[in-house]
C-alpha cells in the first residue's frame, strides 16, 4: 500500500493568501469612507434639534427666523462637538442662500474632511408648509459629496 499525505500545496496556500490580501486592499478604504460617512451622520441628528426650532418660530411667525438668536437658539458654537465646529442659520444676505438655511460646519476629520466643511439644510415654504432640502454642495454646503448622506449629494435631492 502507498502512503498518501493529506495537506495543501505551498502553490494552493499562495493563491489563498493572495486572495484574501486582495480582498482586504478592496475592503480597508471602503470600510475608511464608511466611518467618515458614519460620522457625518451626527450632523443630520445635530440639525434635526435646529430645524425643529425654526420650525417653530416659522409657524408661529409666518417667516424664516434670520439668526441663531431670533429662533430661540444658542449661538453656532454652542453645538461643538467632536465633529461638528457650529450650527447657524442664515439670513439670506448672500445671492446663493436663502433665508433660514441651517449650515452645519465640520471640523477637521483626518486628511479627508478639511475644517470648515458644511453641509445645507435649506428650508422650503412654498404652501405655507415647511419642509427642507439637504445640500453638500450648494446654499453653503461645500462637503466632499462621497461622504455626504445620499440625500444630501445632489442640490435638490429632498431630506429629513
Known sequence: MRNRQKG?????????????????????PAYSDYTVRAKVTEAVTAAGAVKT??????????????????????LGADYET?????????DGSATDIAKGTIVVSFKE???????????????DTSGN??????????????LPAKYAPANCRQAGNSGT
Open 129 to 142: 408648509n415647511l419642509s427642507w432640502t439637504c445640500s453638500a454642495t450648494t446654499n453653503g454646503g461645500d
Open 53 to 74: 426650532s425654526v420650525a417653530d418660530y416659522y409657524y408661529a411667525n409666518g417667516e424664516l427666523p434670520t439668526s441663531n438668536t431670533e429662533a430661540g437658539l444658542g
Open 8 to 28: 495543501f500545496t505551498l502553490i494552493e496556500l499562495m493563491i489563498v493568501v493572495a486572495i484574501i490580501g486582495i480582498l482586504a486592499a478592496v475592503a480597508v
Open 109 to 123: 476629520v483626518g486628511d479627508d474632511i478639511s475644517a470648515g466643511s458644511s453641509l445645507a439644510f435649506i428650508p
Open 82 to 90: 467632536d465633529l461638528i465646529s457650529d450650527i447657524s442659520l442664515r
